[in-house]
Each structure stands twice: as structure tokens, then as C-alpha cells.
């Protein structure tokens, strides 16, 4: 089978495909070169650069693709729809970056409540700003998380490993799920009155979209946080912004943003948010696993076996 692998991804995972016997072509197309050249192949698999849009899909259907892998876990790049009106599996790789987000998340705690960034900052420009930099501890905070997949299990468990309060939002999540997480479950107006961090640990689409606005906000804790290392698009921005312009709560952490890379970002003026450039699932170990799973993903559907992880589970 012929392999199109336009995004930079781990070589683990392209050894899997070249042991099981393909003809594996790695190469970072433009949308055009993409939209000629996908019905030469068998498979597809992307990360989140390349854009498997409808004309793509429609073109490789037209040709021989079997099969779009998607090395991680959003698939909002691929239209799932119309992959499965031509009856090609979309797979992905939900765990292979579950701890490397959970771990990053933590790590926006920490940054906001120990002044990290600043501190760094005013070491490094000779200044010993100590009196300046009382911070707050994790120990005996509430977390709220708005979700209860993997990345959120997993921030969970480690939340308690600090000493944290647990609360849990999602359609999906019942009492006990909640339970095994460590956590109670609770309203979403409730965990934003009540916690001292909010955390979004979902997907973005028509139901999440601006999920967090002016009014969510304002339920919000003066001095709570809010944690973004999901998707953009389920935060308004603007009025993100505008809360934390009058204060209306302590900070927050962005690892994701509406438009990637943000141009002129309004946020980086302010010393109680701390931004990073969507690298939650950006670790070498994140990287192979997400990789690697999804190459196994893809080689079961091409020898005609039901996969693992499958985004159109109803084509098994």
C-alpha cells in the first residue's frame, strides 16, 4: 500500500509503516499539491498542520484512499463528514499525548501561582524581586475541569497528587466517573463559582464554541484562573481580555488560540498570563506514542481489521 505522511512525525512511526511492508512518502505539501496528488495514495496520515478538507477527501475517494490517520487526537482539520460518506475510516490517537497536555496544564498552575515567569524574567535583568513574588499554593485550591476524557483524568490525578479539590463538568461524565477521577461532579455554573482554576479539557465545535464568554467569566472567582490548553475557538478572546483588563479574574494560561499563530497577541501586555505556542502534546515521548498509535491505527484498517480509535466508529 502507498502512504502519504505530510506532517512531521516521529520515525518510530514510519518505521511501522515500512516493516508492514508500504511504500511510505513523507512530504509536506501545499493544499494544492495535496488536492492532486491524494488519490495516488492508500492512506493519509496528517497532524494538525495539514488541512484534509472537503475537496481533499472527495479527490482521494475518486482514487484509492482507504484510510485518513490523524497522529493525535482533535481531528477538527479533517472533514469527518464526508470521509464518511465515502466510507473512509478517520483513526487518531486519543492517548498518545494525554500525560505530555495533563503535565502541561500543571505546569501553567504553577507558573500563575508562583509568578515563575516573572521571576525568571527579573533574575535575568539583575533584579532581585523577591518582596514582589508572594505567590499561592496548589494545596487545598480547587480545580474545576470542563471535560473528562483522558487529558482530564490524567490532570486529575495529578491535582491530586497536590492536594487539590477535584470538580468535573461534562455531558458525559456521570457521578461515578467523577468518583474515579477523584473528583465530584457538578454543574458548569457551579464549578465556575466555585474553583479557584478552570481547566478546558475539550473539543472544539459548534456545541463548545465560546464555551468561556463575558458571561461564564463573570461567575468566575476574582482570584481564579483560567487554563486553556484545548482548543481555541471554545475561549472569546475578547472577552477573556476584557476580564482580565478589569480584573475580573486573576489570570490565566493559553497554550491554544483563535488564530494560530496569533498575530499582535492583546495578552502578552499582561504579567498574569502565561502563554505558550500550543505545545501541550510537544514532547518527545508525546510525539512517538501519538505517532505510533496512529500508524498502528491505519495499518489495521488497511489489512481490513477494526481499529482501536476510530472518530466514524458507525463504518465498523
Known amino acids: 500500500?502507498?502512504?502519504?505522511?505530510?506532517?512531521?512525525?516521529?520515525?518510530?512511526?514510519?518505521?511501522?509503516?515500512?516493516?508492514?511492508?508500504?511504500?511510505?512518502?513523507?512530504?509536506?505539501?501545499?493544499?494544492?499539491?495535496?488536492?492532486?496528488?491524494?488519490?495516488?495514495?492508500?492512506?493519509?496520515?496528517?497532524?494538525?498542520?495539514?488541512?484534509?478538507?472537503?475537496?481533499?477527501v472527495n479527490a482521494g475517494a475518486k482514487g484509492n484512499l482507504k484510510v485518513i490517520g490523524r497522529a493525535g487526537i482533535g481531528v477538527d482539520n479533517i472533514d469527518i463528514e464526508t470521509a464518511a460518506k465515502h466510507k473512509i475510516p478517520v483513526v487518531n490517537s486519543p492517548t498518545g499525548s494525554t500525560m505530555s497536555v495533563a503535565e502541561l496544564a500543571i505546569a501553567h498552575m504553577l507558573a500563575l501561582s508562583r509568578h515563575i515567569p516573572k521571576a525568571d524574567s527579573t533574575m535575568k535583568h539583575g533584579e532581585w524581586a523577591k518582596k514582589q513574588l508572594k505567590g499561592n499554593e496548589l494545596f487545598g485550591k480547587t480545580l474545576g475541569l470542563i471535560g473528562s476524557g483522558n487529558i482530564a483524568q490524567h490532570t486529575a490525578k495529578i491535582a491530586k497528587g497536590f492536594g487539590m479539590k477535584i470538580l468535573v463538568y461534562s455531558p458525559h461524565c456521570t457521578d461515578e466517573?467523577?468518583?474515579?477521577?477523584?473528583?465530584?461532579?457538578?454543574?458548569?455554573?457551579?464549578?465556575?463559582?466555585?474553583?479557584?482554576?478552570?481547566?478546558?479539557h475539550i473539543p472544539h465545535n459548534e456545541n463548545t464554541h465560546y464555551i468561556i464568554n463575558e458571561e461564564t467569566l463573570s461567575l468566575m472567582k476574582k482570584n481564579a484562573f483560567l487554563i486553556n490548553i484545548a482548543r481555541g475557538g471554545t475561549v472569546d478572546e475578547k472577552a477573556l481580555f476584557k476580564a482580565l483588563k478589569e480584573g475580573k479574574i486573576a489570570g490565566a494560561g493559553l497554550d491554544?488560540?483563535?488564530?494560530?499563530?496569533?498575530?499582535?497577541?492583546?495578552?502578552?501586555?499582561?504579567?498574569?498570563?502565561?502563554?505558550?505556542?500550543?505545545?501541550?502534546?510537544?514532547?518527545?515521548?508525546?510525539?512517538?506514542?501519538?505517532?505510533?498509535?496512529?500508524?498502528?491505527?491505519?495499518?489495521?484498517?488497511?489489512?481490513?481489521?477494526?481499529?482501536?480509535?476510530?472518530v466514524n466508529k458507525h463504518l465498523f
Open 1 to 56: 500500500m502507498k502512504i502519504l505522511v505530510t506532517d512531521k512525525i516521529a520515525d518510530e512511526a514510519l518505521e511501522i509503516f515500512k516493516k508492514a511492508g508500504h511504500d511510505v512518502t513523507y512530504n509536506e505539501m501545499d493544499p494544492n499539491t495535496l488536492l492532486k496528488e491524494i488519490s495516488k495514495y492508500d492512506a493519509l496520515m496528517v497532524r494538525s498542520r495539514t488541512k484534509v478538507v472537503t475537496d481533499v
Open 177 to 200: 466517573k467523577a468518583k474515579r477521577m477523584g473528583g465530584e461532579k457538578t454543574s458548569f455554573e457551579n464549578l465556575l463559582k466555585q474553583s479557584d482554576f478552570v481547566s478546558l
Open 256 to 310: 491554544v488560540y483563535e488564530q494560530e499563530p496569533p498575530i499582535d497577541n492583546p495578552f502578552s501586555q499582561f504579567d498574569n498570563v502565561v502563554l505558550t505556542p500550543h505545545i501541550g502534546a510537544n514532547t518527545k515521548e508525546g510525539q512517538i506514542r501519538a505517532g505510533t498509535i496512529c500508524a498502528e491505527q491505519i495499518n489495521k484498517v488497511l489489512r481490513g481489521e477494526t481499529p482501536d480509535f476510530c
